[in-house]
């Protein structure tokens, strides 16, 4: 099985150092220690975080321990990985109510049974001054300002928080406090996990070996998937909130999902792929819906889709228009020049051809900001209000 694990793991990582010492153990029966490092700067995880989740899934199966490390200490911190300005410091109380959630999460994919979870906190809170002095010792000032983000930022003279040279110390000492042999991540997180090794073998550890996996662009179809950037699907999201956002991401992003995170087997896949752009976003959809949330409410969350927008065929860009009194409706449909006066309005709202939202509009319907109006089955415009 190690064997075939291996290969997969080679089909989807970016890169694996060192990937002749890591296949030599895996293929001669070794049990390895995996580690992920999750900071709770957030209370949800992303659908991003099944590329590696899935990862952590096939080691579990073929008899591994993955052990989770919950960055309640290094969140107070802030990654400094891909940021171009300081990440804000939170509060314990934040990190805490942030981390209670992440186990549930983490369970949609993971056997609940077999995850070690540990918080960095049980190490790194009960250091002492010299600990850290100790600590900071094992490296160089000139090795963690190689990090490609405090490059640029020094370059372009941005700010770098002293507190933040303390985040790849903290982290790389994770690996060290639970003996690590392997630790995933993103390819954002390629200098950590490296940092990892060197803080290892200082402490006359043998390095842990690395596999670093892609970043997953968010629904804004441009920049990584992210909770402090909005732009994310969250695991814990209701069942009809992860297919509309599905639903949304940019057609060229479709195979890139797919392939990472719909946890379909390549036929599954490419049945997928060889469908016209708008089905294959449904089938993702459905499919990212029914591994997080089950068949049935993978099956409801299409029906309210369907019901919303697709039976209703509302454009995915659609013109905007002010009103001034959006609880008059026939006032709006003449304003907002979905018709010429206010009594072809008004017969057409007994007529039931206007629709809010999809859903057939009543006389005395007041909108929203936001709201979209149809008028007939082709006119649609978006309500600003103001």
Request: glycine letters at 8%; hydrophobic letters at 40%; proline letters at 4%.
């Amino acid at each position: 099985m190690s064997r075939e694990l291996f290969q997969r793991l080679r089909q989807r990582a970016v890169q694996i150092h060192v990937e002749d010492h890591l296949r030599a153990r895996l293929e001669r029966g070794d049990r390895v220690r995996v580690k992920l490092g999750l900071d709770p700067t957030a209370p949800d995880l992303h659908v991003g975080h099944l590329v590696v989740l899935d990862v952590l899934r096939d080691f579990q199966d073929d008899g591994h321990t993955v052990v989770l490390i919950i960055g309640d200490y290094t969140a107070l911190i802030g990654d400094p990985s891909g940021r171009s300005e300081t990440r804000p410091m939170l509060t314990q109380d934040q990190v805490a109510a942030n981390a209670e959630t992440y186990f549930q999460q983490v369970s949609l994919v993971l056997d609940r049974s077999k995850i070690e979870v540990r918080h960095n906190s049980e190490w790194l809170a009960t250091m002492t001054a010299a600990d850290i002095l100790r600590l900071m010792a094992k490296a160089t000032l000139q090795q963690v300002l190689q990090r490609e983000d405090f490059a640029d930022r020094m370059k372009a003279g941005t700010a770098i928080g002293a507190h933040e040279i303390l985040y790849p110390f903290s982290q790389a000492y994770d690996s060290v406090a639970i003996k690590a042999d392997l630790e995933v991540g993103g390819t954002d997180q390629l200098f950590n996990l490296l940092f990892g090794r060197e803080i290892q073998k200082a402490y006359d550890q043998d390095p842990q070996d690395i596999a670093v996996f892609p970043l997953l662009e968010g629904t804004d179809g441009e920049q990584k998937m992210s909770k402090s950037l909005g732009n994310y699907i969250g695991l814990a999201e209701p069942p009809q909130e992860i297919y509309g956002k599905t639903m949304s991401i940019p057609d060229r992003l479709i195979e890139k999902y797919v392939k990472l995170v719909s946890g379909l087997d390549p036929a599954g896949q490419g049945a997928v792929l060889a469908m016209k752009p708008r089905d294959a976003k449904a089938a993702l959809a459905g499919q990212l819906v029914k591994r997080l949330h089950g068949e049935e409410a993978a099956r409801r969350a299409e029906e309210d889709f369907d019901l919303k927008f697709r039976r209703h065929e509302i454009p995915g860009e659609i013109e905007e228009r002010a009103v001034s009194n959006p609880k008059d409706l026939v006032a709006v449909l003449v304003e907002s020049g979905l018709r010429e006066s206010r009594g072809d309005a008004r017969r057409l709202i007994e007529q039931g051809g206007v629709r809010i939202n999809g859903e057939k509009a009543a006389p005395d319907a007041v909108l929203k900001d936001g709201d979209v109006l149809q008028a007939g089955k082709r006119s649609f415009v978006r309500i600003r209000v103001g």
